[in-house]
Every structure is written in C-alpha cells, then in structure tokens.
C-alpha cells in the first residue's frame, strides 16, 4: 500500500521567466498525463508561466532520457521533469526499461548540468501505479506528478542561491 499524500505548500521559483520542459511517456497515458497535468498545476503555482512550460511526448519510458538530453541542451530551459510508468510483468523486460529510463535520466542531468527529474514510477501492479500517478480528487494516494514539480522547483531555488552565493563579492 502506498503511503498517505501529505501535501506540502508550493514554494515560489526564485527564477522569473524561467523555462521548464515536461517529457511524457504514451505508454500508460492516463497516468502519466494526470502526473503531467499535476506538475503544471504545480508549476504555474509556484510562478512559472503556463507559456514557459514546454511539453513533449515519446512513446516510452526508455525513450524520455533522449528527449530529455535534447530539451536540456537548450539555453532556454532551467530544468525537465519525465514522467513515465513501468509495470511489472511476467518477464524482467520492466527491469531493462525502468533501468534505461533512470540512468539514461541521470547521466542526462549530470552531462547538462541541470535539473532533469525522474518522474518514472516502477511498480508491481497497476493499482499500485495509479495509486501513485494520480492526485487524491481523482482517486489516487500520493500524487508524484505534483512532488516531482516541487523537488524541481526546490532544486532550481537552491542551485540559483549556490550560483548567487559564489559570485564575486564586491567591495
């Protein structure tokens, strides 16, 4: 079972004007969709403008890191969220994907020097997926679209304030 959704405030982006990337998987589109529309809500919440906020769909979870790498690379983009679902089966194939997803996200990340976040859920069955996915008004328990948009929105405030903190101080 998953655990109770607690709702934490939205913290406002210290960034004006700042850009944010949503790449979402087909695959289980439902879900990843509700995250989606969830991480928007967040994010233009927390300030980001509804026009700052570029989408992209691939087919899959193992094909966000491409896109992912594509959008990061742009000046423009302070960060990327993917979304995706992987769902256990009868073979380790969701192992394979969900493993592809996460590295290919991270390295993604590191080369690019920028917030790119893993919004892949994994799970063993579809229950526990919308569980997950989806906010409590539509039935769901946890809401990881919306806590996915928070970290970022925390991450890029505390890389700003990093960046602002090691800036040459003036006499």
């Known amino acids: 079972m998953a655990r109770p959704y607690e709702a934490q405030p939205t913290e406002a982006l210290n960034q004006p004007g700042a850009r944010v990337a949503l790449v979402t998987s087909r695959f289980h589109s439902d879900l990843t969709g509700a995250m989606a529309a ?7 919440a927390a300030g980001v403008a509804d026009e700052d906020i570029l989408s992209a769909v691939v087919p899959g979870s193992y094909e966000l890191p491409l896109v992912a ?15 995706g679902v992987v769902i256990k089966g009868e073979t380790t194939h ?5 493993t592809g997803a996460a590295t290919g996200i ?3 990340m590191l080369e ?15 229950e526990q997926a919308r569980a997950r996915a989806l906010p409590p008004e ?3 328990e946890q809401d990881k ?3 996915c948009a928070q970290a970022l929105i925390q991450l890029l405030n505390t890389l700003k304030e990093l960046e602002e903190d090691q800036a ?4």
């Open 69 to 83: 790498r594509r959008l990061a690379r742009r000046a423009d983009i302070a960060g990327v969220l993917c979304f």
């Open 168 to 171: 040459p101080k003036r006499a």
């Open 94 to 98: 969701d192992l394979h994907v969900a």
């Open 38 to 44: 969830s991480a928007r809500r967040e994010l233009t």
């Open 145 to 147: 679209g919306r806590e």
């Open 112 to 126: 690019t020097d920028k917030p790119v976040l893993l919004g892949v859920l994994t799970t063993n069955t579809l």
């Open 106 to 108: 991270q390295q993604v």
């Open 138 to 140: 539509e039935g769901g």
